[in-house]
């Protein structure tokens, strides 16, 4: 099954070169350098610096959120897609890739259609997708991060349905018990994967270089996923 992104993607294929959906957005194709269609104003913006970017996604954001033009928000949700498959991809905790992808643009598009333009009326992209991202946070199972905030501790598991992050949170603690990957090993990865945690305040609470902890996540994962093969079980987390 296509996920969220794949559907998108192939709507867009045929959305961008529609000349009728063009002419509705007639003042953000003249913003954007003049484009003929959508698909020239997603070039224009790939291509153009920040400031003329962001010109036109405001253009797009005060359409969408003030005159409730669902075909701009369409538009800036495609723009903000490489941002919103990277929150896909953080938010492991939400679910299997088809979740994680739904969650993620319908999170994207609702902080469009309720963006607070006259407030912040710049840097559009990165406070969208930061909005979203706060969204996806409260998203996440509160229960599971009790869990691994201490992943030497061995209480009586959290009756209740079980989660993809309930998955991983015993997956780390059998590892910490069996010595295939040390405690904070894990503690990284349970905040990262399953709380959202950036690596940058991962590092910065640790006193190291972000590209250490990353390597460090890197390293602790595929003994994760050794250990789960070696088991038979492939690991679920990517």
């Known amino acids: 099954m296509a996920t969220v992104f794949e559907q998108l993607d192939r709507e867009w294929t045929r959305l961008s070169r ?4 063009a002419a509705q957005l007639r003042d953000v194709c003249e913003a954007a350098g003049g484009a003929p269609d959508l698909a020239g104003i997603e070039r224009y913006v790939r291509a153009a610096s920040s400031a003329d970017a962001d010109r036109v996604l405001l253009a797009l954001v005060t359409r969408a959120a003030e005159d409730g033009c669902h075909l701009s928000a369409r538009v800036l949700l495609q723009l903000l897609l490489p941002g919103t498959r990277r929150l896909a991809r953080r938010w492991w905790a939400l679910g299997d890739p088809q979740e994680r992808a739904a969650a993620a643009a319908m999170a994207v598009y609702h902080r469009i259609k309720t963006y ?9 992209a990165a406070n969208v997708l930061m909005d979203a991202a706060q969204e996806l946070r409260r998203a996440v199972p509160r229960v599971p991060l009790v869990a691994v905030a201490d992943v ?6 959290v009756p209740g349905p079980r989660h993809a992050a309930d998955e991983l949170a015993e997956i780390l603690r059998d590892a910490v018990a069996a010595g295939v990957v040390d405690a904070d090993d894990a503690e990284i990865i349970a905040r990262s994967r399953i709380g959202g945690d950036r690596v940058a305040d991962l590092a910065a609470r640790r006193g190291l270089r972000p590209r250490t902890v990353w390597d460090r996540r890197q390293r602790a994962e595929r003994a994760l996923a050794a250990a789960r093969l070696h088991d038979g079980v492939p690991l679920s987390a990517s």
């Not at 529609?18 to 959906?21: I, K, L, Q, S």
Request: hydrophobic share 30%; glycine share 10%.
């Open 18 to 21: 529609n000349r009728t959906a």
């Open 116 to 124: 607070p333009v006259a407030a912040r009326p710049g840097r559009v």
């Open 152 to 157: 030497n501790a061995h209480g009586t598991p």
